[in-house]
Nanobody
Framework: QVQLVESGGGLVQPGGSLRLSCAAS????????MGWERQGPEKQRELVAR???????YYAESVKGRFTISRDSAKNTVNLQMYDLGPEDTAFYYC?????????WGQGTQVTVSS
Protein backbone atom coordinates (compact mmCIF):
# COMPACT_ATOMS: atom_id res chain seq x y z
CA GLN A 1 0.00 0.00 0.00
CA VAL A 2 1.04 3.56 -0.73
CA GLN A 3 -0.46 6.58 0.97
CA LEU A 4 -0.35 9.97 -0.72
CA VAL A 5 -0.96 13.40 0.77
CA GLU A 6 -1.11 16.43 -1.49
CA SER A 7 -0.66 20.06 -0.54
CA GLY A 8 -0.20 23.44 -2.18
CA GLY A 9 -3.38 24.09 -4.07
CA GLY A 10 -5.34 27.29 -3.86
CA LEU A 11 -6.55 30.38 -5.67
CA VAL A 12 -4.16 32.26 -7.91
CA GLN A 13 -4.54 35.04 -10.42
CA PRO A 14 -3.86 34.47 -14.11
CA GLY A 15 -0.16 34.58 -14.77
CA GLY A 16 0.62 33.50 -11.24
CA SER A 17 2.38 30.44 -9.95
CA LEU A 18 1.78 27.63 -7.49
CA ARG A 19 3.75 24.69 -6.21
CA LEU A 20 2.05 21.40 -5.46
CA SER A 21 3.64 18.76 -3.30
CA CYS A 22 2.79 15.13 -2.70
CA ALA A 23 4.26 13.11 0.13
CA ALA A 24 4.28 9.35 -0.26
CA SER A 25 4.50 6.75 2.46
CA UNK A 26 4.10 3.01 2.62
CA UNK A 27 5.49 0.68 -0.05
CA UNK A 28 7.45 3.48 -1.64
CA UNK A 29 10.32 1.27 -2.73
CA UNK A 30 7.96 -0.23 -5.29
CA UNK A 31 7.10 3.03 -6.99
CA UNK A 32 7.86 3.05 -10.70
CA UNK A 33 6.66 6.54 -11.35
CA MET A 34 5.14 9.53 -9.60
CA GLY A 35 3.11 12.22 -11.20
CA TRP A 36 0.14 14.50 -11.35
CA GLU A 37 -3.19 14.25 -13.08
CA ARG A 38 -5.95 16.81 -13.15
CA GLN A 39 -9.63 17.03 -13.85
CA GLY A 40 -11.16 20.35 -14.73
CA PRO A 41 -14.82 21.29 -14.68
CA GLU A 42 -16.71 19.09 -17.12
CA LYS A 43 -13.47 17.66 -18.44
CA GLN A 44 -11.92 14.23 -18.42
CA ARG A 45 -9.04 13.48 -16.12
CA GLU A 46 -5.74 13.99 -17.88
CA LEU A 47 -2.07 13.43 -17.24
CA VAL A 48 -0.24 16.62 -16.36
CA ALA A 49 3.27 15.40 -15.69
CA ARG A 50 5.07 12.24 -14.68
CA UNK A 51 8.54 11.38 -13.50
CA UNK A 52 9.85 7.86 -13.73
CA UNK A 53 12.16 6.20 -11.23
CA UNK A 54 14.88 6.72 -13.84
CA UNK A 55 14.32 10.47 -13.69
CA UNK A 56 12.73 10.69 -17.14
CA UNK A 57 9.91 13.21 -17.23
CA TYR A 58 6.79 13.54 -19.34
CA TYR A 59 4.50 16.54 -19.69
CA ALA A 60 1.17 17.22 -21.29
CA GLU A 61 1.61 19.47 -24.30
CA SER A 62 -0.57 22.10 -22.67
CA VAL A 63 1.83 22.54 -19.74
CA LYS A 64 5.21 22.13 -21.39
CA GLY A 65 7.43 25.08 -20.65
CA ARG A 66 5.21 26.22 -17.79
CA PHE A 67 5.21 23.29 -15.34
CA THR A 68 8.14 21.43 -13.87
CA ILE A 69 7.92 18.14 -12.05
CA SER A 70 10.59 17.06 -9.60
CA ARG A 71 11.11 14.31 -7.12
CA ASP A 72 12.88 14.34 -3.80
CA SER A 73 13.76 10.70 -3.25
CA ALA A 74 15.08 11.33 0.25
CA LYS A 75 11.74 12.79 1.33
CA ASN A 76 9.60 10.61 -0.95
CA THR A 77 7.88 13.62 -2.37
CA VAL A 78 6.98 14.74 -5.84
CA ASN A 79 6.52 18.39 -6.60
CA LEU A 80 4.85 20.25 -9.42
CA GLN A 81 5.98 23.81 -9.92
CA MET A 82 3.45 25.67 -12.04
CA TYR A 83 4.12 29.00 -13.70
CA ASP A 84 2.07 31.31 -15.91
CA LEU A 85 -1.16 29.75 -14.82
CA GLY A 86 -4.29 30.41 -16.80
CA PRO A 87 -7.99 29.75 -16.28
CA GLU A 88 -7.59 26.56 -18.32
CA ASP A 89 -5.40 25.18 -15.54
CA THR A 90 -8.26 25.33 -13.08
CA ALA A 91 -8.82 21.76 -11.93
CA PHE A 92 -8.58 19.27 -9.15
CA TYR A 93 -5.01 17.98 -9.17
CA TYR A 94 -4.31 14.43 -8.09
CA CYS A 95 -1.01 12.90 -7.15
CA UNK A 96 -0.47 9.54 -8.84
CA UNK A 97 1.93 6.73 -8.09
CA UNK A 98 2.42 3.61 -10.18
CA UNK A 99 3.72 0.37 -8.72
CA UNK A 100 4.01 -3.02 -10.40
CA UNK A 101 0.91 -4.18 -8.52
CA UNK A 102 -1.42 -1.21 -8.83
CA UNK A 103 -1.81 2.52 -9.18
CA UNK A 104 -2.54 4.92 -6.34
CA TRP A 105 -4.06 8.38 -6.25
CA GLY A 106 -4.22 11.01 -3.55
CA GLN A 107 -7.35 12.82 -2.43
CA GLY A 108 -6.57 15.74 -4.69
CA THR A 109 -6.05 19.44 -4.24
CA GLN A 110 -7.98 22.22 -5.92
CA VAL A 111 -6.24 24.77 -8.09
CA THR A 112 -8.33 27.73 -9.17
CA VAL A 113 -6.99 30.36 -11.54
CA SER A 114 -9.17 33.43 -11.51
CA SER A 115 -8.96 37.17 -11.23
Amino acid sequence: QVQLVESGGGLVQPGGSLRLSCAASGAISMMRSMGWERQGPEKQRELVARILSTGTTYYAESVKGRFTISRDSAKNTVNLQMYDLGPEDTAFYYCHVATPAKDYWGQGTQVTVSS
